[in-house]
């Protein structure tokens, strides 16, 4: 399997705190990796590095064998392939939901409305939301708010999906539709990078779970051993308070 | 100072009055003759406020100018345009020199209601119908014209028969005398700028905003030989010539009711029938009265 | 809010409105004041002008002050979103202008305008410097207006793009949107709207403000009112000048109102667009 994206021992800092201590991380084709680990452990703040949504200090961020730290990089261009759907959604409150799914495609890729009105009511259809594309997101609930920002990134066609914790600024009863569809894109093949606390999700989707703590990868593996055979002492405490 | 003394008047006034509108203010000129008069003076009959001297008011602690008073602002020399003619008129009704006392009164209080300590003031005080309310005037003794003040490179400086004069952008203050003669007079085809101050419409002048301005003669003189100058006090600005008079005048200030404004018309009518104030004039005012001579078409 | 509270609310204001007229009406030297601010023959001059008397139509001088307005207004949107775009700017080439653009703002929303007319109205005039210098009064009067509008025009943009969270900037970027075309399609639709009630306050201080430019020999609607009150004493000019200047802004102030009304309606019941 070919490295889509990797992280080589990024290091990232705000002020005087170290958020980032020396990441190295690759996501193959298809692949879908899990990352746990406290708030405060860094999750947020990779995802959003390897987004170059922040810039990092220290290591490189390698794009199918390019470096992204290269000061000729457009960072435009290279969202167009890595997208990320964020915890608090973020849909435009300005735009119908259609219109959401549509700004990127039409707007970023330059590509005919009316293809990617068809593309985007397909994938509206999908999540089930088709019926209310025209509305606009303040009258949906958050899940389905959660499920069209989701949407709206796949729209974009990226070549790694980046979710930060998407479910966890959702009512307990609506997370459930939201890991579904993750769930689903998995099977699919899309290859997305998941921050998250819902372990069971991680151990039934992830082909492998990453664990951070203090900004450092303490350990990475199959979830089977992690949740089953942790080898770290803080990984072990982290799994047991989670659980 | 001469043109900020008529700014004040031009301000003060608010509505000049308009040409016409100014009549005599006395009843009793029609028949007083100046042989009457002369005689109620020796009689003791002519009503001075002080017995047997004329008493005569003007801005002297606010200083006294040429070409109306002398060069040392002293108004007792008999010399400038409204000290000779005081004495003049002192003459006339037989008053000597010696008699003509000079007191001393502020121009903006002068045409304020109430009792006078003087017989009358001379102080190029315009007559409106508003001042007239509360004082008493006598005739003209100076006819003010209105002229045309512009920058010395304006083309209006050569050019300036009466369809001409319709074709230039003129600024001047609001409710002015000036103003009035733009509109009425010269009706030109652009639309007037018209100005909150005096001093905004020569701003405006200066910095080529406007083609000229219309003021009374005295004060565009001043306007021109001493106010619009460059950095180094050159002159910019040129009086290009004034218009026929249309009523507004100078007239001597009486106490409202002062029955001697009849005798000082008098004298007025004698001394224009002798000569006397056309020569004073030509003396005093040449600086104003060879301004040339211009023709707005007549409405 | 049943019926009894509409009557009590129409009670109340019709009487408040009647002690406010009774005040006027019978208030010692009333009809002297009614006389100077309401003679209905001087009312009807003013709309009509009276060339022989050299007064002017307030009626015919209002065109200017809305023509004046009309244009400064798209002038002032233009300028004020440029400048408000500089200063929220993060290239580091523009930081200078970024600089500039806060200088600007803080200097013109400073200076009475009135200062700004006359430094613009009688000092470029009077530099002589070739074409800029040759322009109307009127030129100067819409300059002055769109400098200084301007920095107030674009404080309220700023504002306005400020209030958009930033969870929107980084959503927008993370769809690869460039900065120009995430603040035209996300930043700026947001901040309007969340302006409209603000930039409609500047401009109808703006439309007020058209009465000023008189200072410069321009016969607005104010002037033509002061020509009036100087010649004939009467103050009625100003009523008529007061009344137009309502009719201009009243329908704005509630057309805006209405936009305002209409947008929330449409998001909340969703779909129609």
Redesign the interface.
């Known amino acids: 399997m070919s490295t889509v994206i990797s992280a080589q021992n990024v290091r990232k800092r705000f002020g005087d705190h170290e958020v980032l201590r020396g990441i190295s991380v690759d996501l193959a084709e298809h692949e879908v990796v899990c990352l746990i680990g406290a708030s405060g452990s860094g999750k947020s703040t990779l995802l959003r590095c390897l987004n170059l949504l922040e810039t990092i200090d220290e290591g490189d961020i390698v794009f199918r064998g390019q470096s992204l730290t290269d000061a000729r990089i457009d960072p435009n261009l290279v969202r167009r392939h890595i997208s990320i759907v964020f915890q608090a959604f973020n849909l435009f409150p300005h735009l119908s939901v259609l219109d959401n799914v549509m700004l990127g495609p039409v707007r970023a890729l330059g590509r005919p409305r009316d293809e990617v009105k068809a593309e985007a009511m397909q994938l509206l259809e999908r999540i089930g939301l088709a019926q209310r594309a025209l509305e606009f997101p303040d009258r949906l609930s958050g899940g389905q708010q959660q499920r069209v920002a989701i949407v709206r990134s796949l729209a974009m066609k990226p070549d790694v999906l980046l979710l930060d914790e998407v479910t966890s600024a959702l009512d307990p009863t609506l997370v459930g539709e939201v890991l579904d569809l993750l769930t689903d894109l998995a099977r699919g093949g899309t290859t997305m990078l998941i921050a998250t606390h819902e372990m069971n999700f991680a151990r039934n989707v992830a082909d492998r779970v990453i664990f951070l703590h203090d900004g450092e990868i303490v350990e990475s593996g199959t979830p089977q051993q992690i949740f089953d055979q942790p080898r770290d002492a803080a990984t072990a405490a982290f799994l047991s308070r989670v659980n | 100072m001469r043109g900020l003394k008529s700014l004040t008047s031009l301000a003060a006034g608010s509505a000049l009055v308009l040409s016409g509108l100014v009549a005599s203010t006395s009843s009793a000129t029609a028949t007083t003759t100046i042989a009457q008069c002369q005689a109620s003076f020796k009689s003791g009959h002519l009503p001075l406020v002080s017995a047997g001297k004329l008493t005569v008011a003007s801005d002297i602690n606010n200083g006294l100018y040429q070409p109306w008073f002398g060069a040392n602002g002293n108004p007792s020399t008999g010399k400038g345009y409204e000290s000779a003619l005081a004495y003049a008129i002192a003459k006339d009704l037989g008053i000597t020199s010696k008699n003509v006392k000079w007191t001393a009164e502020a121009f903006d209080s002068s045409f304020a209601p109430g009792s006078k300590n003087f017989d009358f003031d001379i102080n190029e005080i315009s007559v409106t119908t508003d001042r007239a309310q509360v004082v008493d005037f006598s005739n003209s003794y100076y006819n003010v014209q209105q002229s045309i003040v512009a920058l010395k490179t304006n083309a209006i400086v050569k050019h300036h028969s009466a369809t001409e004069l319709k074709n230039y952008t003129y600024g001047d203050q609001i409710g002015t005398t000036g103003l009035d003669y733009i509109n009425n007079h010269i009706k030109p085809t652009k639309q007037v700028h018209v100005y909150n101050t005096l001093d905004e419409a020569v701003a405006a002048l200066t910095a080529g905003q406007v083609d000229a301005i219309v003021v009374d003669t005295p004060t565009g003189q001043y306007m021109a030989a001493a106010q619009i100058v460059d950095s180094k006090n050159k002159p910019l600005a040129t009086q290009v010539g004034q218009f026929p008079s249309t009523g507004e005048h100078y007239g001597l200030l009486f106490q409202k009711g002062n029955t001697l404004v009849g005798c000082v018309n008098a004298a007025i009518a004698d001394l224009t029938t002798k000569g006397t104030i056309k020569s004073l004039q030509s003396q005093y005012l040449g600086i104003y009265t060879k301004v040339p001579k211009l023709t707005p078409i007549q409405p | 809010m049943g019926r009894r509270a509409a009557v009590a609310s129409s009670l109340s204001s019709a009487l408040i409105v009647g002690l406010v007229v009774w005040f006027f009406w019978r208030a010692p030297n009333g009809a002297n004041v009614r006389h100077f601010f309401l003679d209905p023959h001087s009312f009807w001059i003013n709309l009509t002008g009276d060339?022989?008397r050299?007064l002017f139509s307030i009626l015919r001088c209002f065109e200017t002050n809305v023509w004046m307005f009309m244009l400064c207004e798209v002038l002032v949107l233009i300028f004020g979103l440029g400048l408000a775009w500089l200063r929220l700017s993060r290239t580091p080439i523009l930081a200078p202008l970024r600089v500039a653009s806060a200088i600007y703002t803080d200097v013109f929303r400073g200076i009475p305008i009135i200062l700004v007319l006359f430094a613009v109205?009688?000092?470029v005039?009077?530099m002589?410097a070739g074409w800029i210098?040759?322009r109307?009064?009127i030129t100067y009067a819409c300059a002055t207006l769109v400098i200084t509008y301007s920095a107030y025009v674009a404080e309220v943009y700023r504002a306005g793009m400020n209030s958009v969270?930033n969870?929107?900037v980084?959503?927008?970027?993370?769809?690869?949107?460039?900065?120009v075309?995430t603040m035209r399609?996300?930043i700026l639709?947001?901040a309007i709207?969340n302006v409209i009630p603000p930039l409609l306050n500047d401009f109808i201080s703006l439309q007020k403000d058209t009465a000023l430019v008189?200072?410069?020999?321009?016969?607005e609607a104010n002037?033509a009112a002061?020509?009036f009150g100087?010649?004939?004493?009467n103050y009625t000019g100003y009523t008529v000048a007061a009344l137009l200047f309502l009719a201009l802004t009243i329908p704005m102030t509630r057309y805006t109102d209405h936009l305002i009304a209409k947008d929330r309606r449409r998001?909340?019941a969703?779909?129609?667009?």
């Open positions: 060339p022989s050299s109205g009688y000092g005039p009077g002589q210098s040759q109307t009064p969270p969870g929107q980084m959503a927008a970027k993370s769809l690869g949107l460039s900065d075309q399609r996300v639709p947001q709207r008189g200072t410069l020999g321009i016969v002037q002061h020509v100087s010649m004939e004493f998001r909340l969703g779909g129609a667009a």
